[in-house]
């Protein structure tokens, strides 16, 4: 099968425009964007349930939309599996009923491929229950099933997980991991979830208003996300605009640092970014690259602590990033730091290293 | 209760088989016009849709005898429309069985539209979707995924549909008249006897036609209960 995906979307809704281009050769595709980022629309392209799409359309080594030429197949006929977000199963019938509904055959042919298809998934016990007696977990199983058992040549997954609590979504990813396995198509999936697209995708496609930010593989995309928007969405928390003062200085001044830098400044470097678990407190001397600050307030969650920290620095003067404040960072502390934190009391400094900074474009 | 068993012994039953015939039929029209008018317009923009929906519901809101008045103006003999009828495909209307269905049709149509509507109305659209890209044809989309889950509202319109259609008095006075044996529905020969006076054969008549209303909605309720294990209770 021919396993490259081609699609350069247009679409135009209100003031909302979607403009991206996805080309890929993945076997998993990730799809990273906030919500209202344009990320269900551009599925919904491929599949053909959105209206009003032009542009250009190849899968499985099929043309699905060419505006060009005019050729715009039904949705019918695109051989595109599609999973909602809640799964959409057809309330009124029986699981088998469910996985049989989109098969041509004969009906002994259907009932024989269902029920391989569900004992495959392990949801044979079920067969003759409806949808609404099962829970979140078993209705993605028979809704991927559903989809497995016409063999498309693409599967789009749409938040595959968001309607699950978070044990079991853990569980459910590997499974989907387990049960895609033999697919021999390509997947995309679209998250908002970092965690769960990282460890799907072979290749990660940021989306940020409609637009296509960054692509690359999971592991480069996340050490470098290269433009702002990008970075937080890959869950950089602390950014801030950089003067360039040479001979591999920059300052920050929304944060009252001045860095000396081995490492090579890109030109089109404006901002920077740091984790909030990147940055490592100090105690007693002040080194280059340390940060004064007031403990604003903290919050408390089960495996980490955060602090949120007030620079002492005027005000940052970024005008791009005008909805970060970037004098407030914030500082994600592990058991080991919060012990020391309890022995010794606040950190007087916050070091910033130079191999934890992230360089950004706008 | 003697008087009564005496005067349901020797019933002319002709009344009920015409009301029984008649809500049939115009039931069954009304369940696919109905659908198949609340599909068409809940895909039309709000004006249009306000525009038709109005135009649909106006046989429900206005009074009977004035949806005969438009009747009797369309399909009388003396007119174009119900004369090409009569001269040209043989078709009666006026004063005949099919008078007595046309006006039970247009006066219980809209409970079945309106049911309809607003079922199809609150069903998830990515059902539909969902259906699209298995590969399902728009049909089968429409009768094994819509009608199924729009199911109790559907239910609900038909029963409507049915008593509305059975108890018709009104248009179908005035279009189809009282003619015993053809166009003598229950409803009219309620009316007749009382005026009449005979109380005790219209006290006959009311009976039969309460137990016949009940056993059909609870016959519906129940045939579509089974079905319908996918309503929760609240």
């Known amino acids: 099968m021919d396993r490259r995906l081609h699609a350069d979307i247009h679409r135009k809704a209100g003031d909302f425009e979607l403009e991206v281009s996805i080309h890929s050769d993945a076997a998993r595709i990730g799809i990273l964007g906030a919500s209202g980022s344009g990320k269900s629309m551009t599925l919904r392209s491929i599949a053909g349930i959105e209206e009003g799409v032009s542009g250009h359309i190849e899968a499985g080594g099929r043309v699905l939309l060419d505006s060009d030429s005019g050729v715009c197949l039904k949705p019918q006929k695109r051989n595109v599996g599609y999973m909602f977000q809640n799964y959409a199963l057809f309330p009124a019938m029986s699981v088998i009923r469910n996985v049989m509904a989109g098969l041509k055959g004969t009906k002994e042919e259907n009932l024989s491929r269902a029920t391989d298809m569900l004992r495959r998934f392990r949801m044979d016990g079920y067969a003759d229950r409806l949808p609404g007696e099962l829970s979140g977990g078993q209705q993605q199983r028979v809704a991927l099933a559903r989809i497995m058992v016409t063999e498309p040549d693409l599967i789009l997954l749409d938040e595959p997980f968001s309607a699950l609590d978070s044990y079991l979504k853990e569980q459910m990813q590997y499974e989907m991991q387990e049960m895609l396995g033999s697919y021999q198509g390509q997947t995309v999936m679209v998250s908002h979830s970092r965690d769960e697209l990282y460890r799907f995708s072979d290749e990660i496609f940021i989306l940020g208003n409609g637009r296509i930010l960054r692509s690359g593989t999971a592991q480069d995309v996340f050490a470098e996300p290269e433009c702002v928007e990008a970075a937080k969405l890959t869950g950089c928390r602390n950014l801030a605009a950089i003067r360039k003062c040479g001979q591999g200085r920059i300052e920050v001044p929304g944060w009252g640092v001045t860095l000396s830098l081995d490492r090579e400044i890109p030109d089109w470097a404006e901002f920077i970014g740091v984790r909030a678990d990147a940055l490592r407190p100090v105690w007693g001397e002040r080194t280059d690259g340390c940060i004064h600050f007031d403990l604003e307030r903290t919050d408390e969650l089960p495996f980490e602590k955060h602090f949120y920290i007030r620079t002492g620095a005027a005000a940052g003067s970024a005008p791009a990033l005008a909805d970060i404040d970037e004098n407030l960072l914030c500082w994600s502390a592990k058991p080991d730091i919060q012990k020391l934190i309890d022995e010794r009391g606040l950190p007087d400094w916050l070091e910033i290293s130079e191999e934890n900074l992230l360089f950004l474009r706008r | ?234």
């Open chain 2, 1 to 234: 209760m003697e008087a009564l068993i005496e005067t349901a012994g020797r019933l002319d039953w002709s009344p009920l088989w015409i009301s029984l015939k008649t809500g049939v039929v115009a039931t069954i029209i009304s369940f696919f016009l109905g659908l198949w008018a609340a599909r068409r317009v809940i895909r039309k923009d709000y004006r249009t849709k306000s525009l038709l929906d109005g135009l649909l519901t106006l046989p429900l809101v206005l009074p009977p005898t004035v949806a005969g008045f438009f009747l009797l103006l369309i399909f009388s003999r003396r007119r174009p429309f119900g004369m090409f009828l009569d001269e040209s495909l043989g078709i009666q209307v006026v004063h005949t069985w099919i008078g007595c269905i046309i006006a039970a049709t247009v006066i219980a149509f809209p409970l079945m539209y309106r049911n309809a509507r607003a079922a199809f109305e609150q069903i998830d659209v990515n059902l539909i979707y969902a259906g699209r890209t298995l590969g399902m044809s728009d049909f089968a989309i429409f009768w094994r995924i819509v009608v199924p889950t729009a199911g109790p509202g559907i239910a609900g319109g038909t029963i409507l549909t049915f008593a509305r259609a059975m108890g018709e008095y009104g248009a179908t006075s005035m279009l189809a008249g009282n003619i015993p044996g053809k166009t003598g529905t229950v409803s009219q020969r309620i009316a007749m006897v009382i005026q009449d006076g005979d109380y005790v054969t219209a006290g006959v008549w009311v009976i039969i036609v309460m137990v016949i209303a009940f056993a059909a909605v609870f016959l519906i309720n129940v045939i579509t209960g089974r079905r319908m294990k996918n309503i929760r209770k609240w």
